[in-house]
């Protein structure tokens, strides 16, 4: 098992403090109460942009301050190429969050929230804003339990014409769609660049959106012979192109 990751705003260690750095706030009472770590035990201290450190522990103080130390490298994760971007529509109740957490978990490495036609819940508002940062936490906490030094993006929610622009700019576009002449498992991916995905609400992706992500160069492409939720599909086609592109190798 790899060492507990946790999260600091930033990892530019001011001069004079030799290396060592305090946990506190929300992330210490994470470690100290939740994880209760002790002196001696490793864990690794990351942005969540892609900078990292691994650390020791000196000492756990109270119910929310831990002391890290022998922060002495600091290390870049380059982002990983292709880079894959899910445009999940959204789903009913807390099943948005799931499909955030697993995205993650699998190694997504942006999620585009789409208000799509035949989507049910709409997000408007305060309510919008509330579940656009619940999805956005989520996504933090996914990328820590997953050991990721590089969290996913989260975008604000976009139309289908934003979509649209989003796809026309991507090297490989592709929309799931039980109206596919060809599978996910045999497209012809790039080896470096974007590939966007389009994962449709559960009544499925309009005639219209079909066509104007077709426009947009979005091919149509069947996962497979099931029918998977919105919430699971767009996990279980990142974990395929995932595998595909050698990011799994």
């Known amino acids: 098992m790899t060492a507990p990751v946790f999260v600091v705003d930033s990892l530019d260690l001011p001069d004079g403090c030799g290396g060592e750095l305090v946990l ?3 992330e210490g009472r994470h470690a100290v109460s939740v994880k209760r770590l002790r ?18 522990v000196k000492a756990a103080e109270g119910k929310d301050r831990l ?6 490298t600091v290390h870049e994760e380059p982002a990983a190429q292709p ?13 948005g969050e799931l499909a955030v957490e697993t995205m993650t978990e699998v190694g997504i490495d942006a999620i ?20 656009l940062a619940k999805w956005r936490a ?31 700019k991507a090297d490989f576009a592709a929309v799931l769609h039980e109206s596919g002449d060809e599978t996910l498992a045999t497209a012809e991916l ?9 994962v449709g609400p559960e009544g499925g992706v309009s005639p219209e959106e079909l066509a104007l992500f077709g426009e947009a160069g979005a091919g149509a492409y069947r996962l497979g ?22 990011r799994w190798s």
């Open 112 to 131: 585009v929230p789409w208000a799509a036609a035949r989507c049910i819940t709409q997000w408007k508002g305060d309510r919008g804003l509330k579940a």
């Open 83 to 95: 880079r894959i971007t899910v445009v999940q529509a959204l789903p009913k109740g807390d099943r």
């Open 24 to 26: 506190d706030g929300p």
């Open 138 to 168: 989520t996504a933090r906490e996914a990328g820590k339990q997953s050991r990721r030094t590089r969290f996913p993006e989260v975008a604000d929610a976009a139309t289908g014409k934003q979509v649209a622009e989003l796809l026309a």
């Open 39 to 56: 002196a001696g035990e490793d864990v690794v201290l990351t942005d969540g942009r892609g900078r990292w450190a691994e650390g020791i």
């Open 190 to 198: 790039p080896t470096a660049g974007e590939i966007v995905l389009v």
């Open 67 to 72: 002391v890290v130390m022998d922060l002495e």
């Open 225 to 246: 012979p099931s029918v998977l939720r919105t919430s699971t599909a767009g996990t279980a086609a990142g974990a395929l192109l995932l595998g595909r592109t050698g």
